[in-house]
């Protein structure tokens, strides 16, 4: 089983999720999700999702380097104020790992898998907010 996840970037809340059943890559899934996504936003995104440009999709993806080609100075200023901004989002991943749902197998039915992720970020929403009020 495969989980995406669309987390804000300074909240930390979850904005969507999506599961898809077999080995599908990220980019694949992120296709098929965003058929279903209403919102337009600036996304923030790893270097597995280097075609969402020509998709006409408005994102921040780190730059990459190869062996005769390395980043200049100004490519690695951006890829460190991406991984500055893109941290907060795997502090969110590693607190939902506290769950086990995305740490290990899923060994339950495939059919609650989607169920149960959105429970889970609904009530990590939910904590977020109690904090953030008091």
């Given at each position: ?42 996304l ?32 690695k ?58």
């Amino acid at each position: 089983m495969k989980a995406q996840l669309t987390i804000h970037y300074k909240t930390g809340q979850f904005i969507s999720t999506a599961i898809a059943q077999g080995s599908v890559h990220d980019f694949q899934l992120f296709k098929k999700q965003r058929k279903k996504q209403k919102f337009k936003a600036l996304l923030l995104v790893d270097k597995g999702y280097q075609g969402l440009n020509r998709l006409g999709v408005n994102c921040l993806i780190p730059f990459k380097s190869s062996k005769n080609k390395p980043l200049t100075l100004l490519h690695k200023q951006i890829n460190r104020e991406i991984g500055k901004r893109h941290i907060q989002i795997e502090h969110v991943n590693g607190k939902l790992k506290t769950f086990r749902i995305l740490a290990e197998r899923y060994r339950n039915r495939r059919k609650r898998m989607g169920l149960r992720l959105n429970l889970i970020a609904a009530i990590y929403n939910m904590e977020w907010l109690c904090c953030i009020n008091m």
